[in-house]
T-cell receptor
Framework: DSGVTQTPKHLITATGQRVTLRCSPR?????VYWYQQSLDQGLQFLIQ???????AKGNILERFSAQQFPDLHSELNLSSLELGDSALYFC????????????FGPGTRLLVL | QQQVKQSPQSLIVQKGGISIINCAYE??????FPWYQQFPGKGPALLIA?????SEKKEGRFTISFNKSAKQFSLHIMDSQPGDSATYFC???????????FGKGTRLSVIA
């Protein structure tokens, strides 16, 4: 158990809908990272927050947004969902930022029908 | 743009054998190279990491070899066991606010 929690574990929704994925980092970790994992693309970095501020952005679509709240939990919002958004979404956390171990949560499996 | 190329995509090794997974990168600013292990239904977990000031790092049965001039690094799993069956990801990062770039993963199966 990494100490990172993600909810929900599974999510099934329809195209065009909007969903919110939630992540609670390990106690004391200030950085939160979001990744998308699909079969053909591996682990794709989406976005990083550090202590409430956005610090790095990766291949995140404009339909997706995220935020980190004062209690350091983070939410990833996915809107206007398409079939291709079906994937595993992982949240990871680390104490600070940069070259250090990232602790991954168990992931949220999203299926868009 | 794939900045870290990982091979092979899948690997089958006999129990007790050596598993070797290779990664290559292009960005010379990368200076942190971790390997993550992922079991089915779980998130990736850090296995071992290396910085370019050393050419090799060993932790138990797991060894990272690093070749800075060739911009390549590899993971060797000695005496591979069925419990090592998992997907392995190499990754690289090059700065304080530079996110990890992951390879596409290698699915390892260790058969008895």
């Amino acid at each position: 158990d990494s100490g990172v929690t993600q909810t929900p574990k599974h999510l099934i929704t329809a195209t065009g809908q909007r969903v919110t994925l939630r992540c609670s980092p390990r106690s004391g970790d200030l950085s939160v990272y979001w990744y998308q994992q699909s079969l053909d693309q591996g682990l794709q970095f989406l976005i990083q927050y550090y202590n409430g501020e956005e610090r790095a952005k990766g291949n995140i679509l404009e339909r997706f947004s995220a935020q980190q709240f004062p209690d350091l939990h983070s939410e990833l919002n996915l809107s206007s969902l398409e079939l291709g958004d079906s994937a595993l979404y992982f949240c990871a956390s680390s104490p600070r930022q940069g070259r250090e171990t990232q602790y991954f949560g168990p992931g949220t499996r999203l299926l868009v029908l | 743009q794939q900045q870290v190329k990982q091979s092979p995509q899948s690997l089958i090794v006999q129990k007790g054998g050596i598993s070797i997974i290779n990664c290559a990168y292009e960005n010379t600013a990368f200076d942190y190279f971790p390997w993550y292990q992922q079991f089915p239904g779980k998130g990736p977990a850090l296995l071992i990491a290396i910085r370019p000031d050393v050419s090799e790092k060993k932790e138990g049965r797991f060894t990272i070899s690093f070749n800075k001039s060739a911009k390549q690094f590899s993971l060797h799993i000695m005496d591979s066991q069925p419990g090592d069956s998992a997907t392995y990801f190499c990754a690289a990062s090059g700065g304080r606010n530079t996110p990890l770039v992951f390879g596409k993963g290698t699915r390892l199966s260790v058969i008895a």
